[in-house]
């Protein structure tokens, strides 16, 4: 990320209405120059809304959104600071490859010289891996040579600022590993600053500076990918951010921010104290599948292998334990191997417990 923390993005108390439908509701954000921000969150959660309120394709129905430190209030798309990556491609079906990647840069006043539009749009088909293909038209191509193509075509204005709409959903596995790579590469090397709209956590956690979780119109968390996944603000973004266990109790006691917790099957576990708890109260523990061992020397419950899935260097358990349900754990493959139906000791890594209120 930049060292430069002056904000391109700004939404100042944003809500967006569509009828009696908040979208948006009272958000404060700050992006700041120069960084890679990923707006994550479940389908209807205000994500998308929030990215088209800054290319102006939506208008907020109150607050002030600011791009460069400049209100967007009544500006057109076209006078923006900014360039969409849209999820369906939205290509000009008569052009070649190459005449819509140039099509930006030909609308530009002062006219650019052919050959920097030739040298800039090149440039762009190499880095999505489609200088090849520059002579074809978009249904020549597949859904995942399009979708580079719209990548192409935006990234060779070099905006200031560069909205992504879930700009790899369309490309296998692979491509899109390679992808990701290549837009990190990017952004750091124009210093541009990219915000993606997305709903993989995967994607959102690896690429990204910031990652900026949304439920129901507001924000849940905003923080770095590793506070977000190791340290969730709230049970949502526990149970939303990657896989985890949640484990039903009752707390039993509380000191220095660390909650003793007795689980519905008896066991007694402590995790760290998340706000609102109280003795007495029910809690719910959340524990990532990484966390846990298996067969360790101190356990905190026994159960029965239901099924393990190899996955290369690590491996899936999916662990029945009496009054607490079906538990899954992730650990190197190279451990010991537990076949369907033998029995475990499971335990929890110091530290990676976290209570909330249920």
């Known amino acids: 990320m930049s ?44 994500k998308t809304t929030s990215l088209r309120m800054i290319g ?10 600011l791009v460069g430190g400049r209100d967007m209030a009544g500006e057109p798309p076209y006078r923006r600071p900014v360039n969409m990556v849209f999820q369906h491609y939205a290509l000009f079906p008569h052009m070649t490859v190459e005449t819509n990647v140039a099509y930006g840069l030909k609308q530009q006043r002062p006219r650019l010289p052919r050959d920097e ?13 489609l200088g090849h293909l520059a002579e074809r038209r978009p249904h020549e191509l597949s859904g995942g040579q399009q979708q580079r193509v719209a990548l192409a075509r935006a990234l060779v204005n070099r905006p200031q600022v560069l909205l992504l709409d879930e700009p790899l ?17 990017l952004q750091r090397d124009l210093g541009i600053t990219f915000l993606l709209v997305t709903h993989d956590q995967e994607e959102a956690l690896s690429m990204s500076d910031l990652v900026c979780v949304m439920n129901e119109g507001r924000i849940a968390q905003l923080g770095e990918p590793g ?20 484990l039903s109790g009752e707390v039993a006691g509380l000191s220095d921010g660390i909650a003793e917790v007795r689980l519905d099957n008896g066991t007694m576990t402590s995790a760290r104290a998340r706000e609102g708890l109280a003795i007495g109260s029910k809690a719910t523990v959340c524990v990532r ?70």
Not at 169 to 176: E, P, S, T, Y
Not at 299 to 321: M, Q
């Open 227 to 246: 506070d977000v996944y190791n340290d969730p603000a709230s049970l949502f973004v526990a149970d939303f951010v990657g896989k985890t266990n949640m």
């Open 117 to 129: 539009i030739r040298t800039r749009v090149g440039e762009a088909l190499e880095m999505v891996q």
């Open 289 to 358: 599948p990484e966390s846990i061992t298996l067969a360790a020397s101190q356990s905190n419950a026994t159960g029965t292998v239901h099924n393990r899935i190899f996955l290369g260097p690590s491996a899936d358990y999916a662990i029945d334990v009496p009054g607490l349900g079906r538990i899954l754990a992730q650990v190197p493959a190279a451990s010991a191997v537990h076949a369907a139906g033998a029995n475990v000791s499971i335990g929890f890594e110091a530290g990676t417990a976290i209570a909330f209120p249920s």
């Open 56 to 65: 102006g394709f939506e208008m907020p129905t109150s607050g002030n959104v």
């Open 169 to 185: 959903a369309a490309l296998d596995k692979k491509l899109r590993t390679a992808m990701q790579i290549e837009l990190q590469s």
């Open 3 to 46: 060292s430069i923390q002056s904000p391109d993005i700004e939404f100042c108390n944003v809500s967006k209405l569509f009828g009696d439908f908040v979208a948006v509701h009272e958000m404060d954000l700050s992006v700041p120059k120069g960084s890679f921000v990923a707006l994550l969150g479940p389908s209807g959660c205000g």
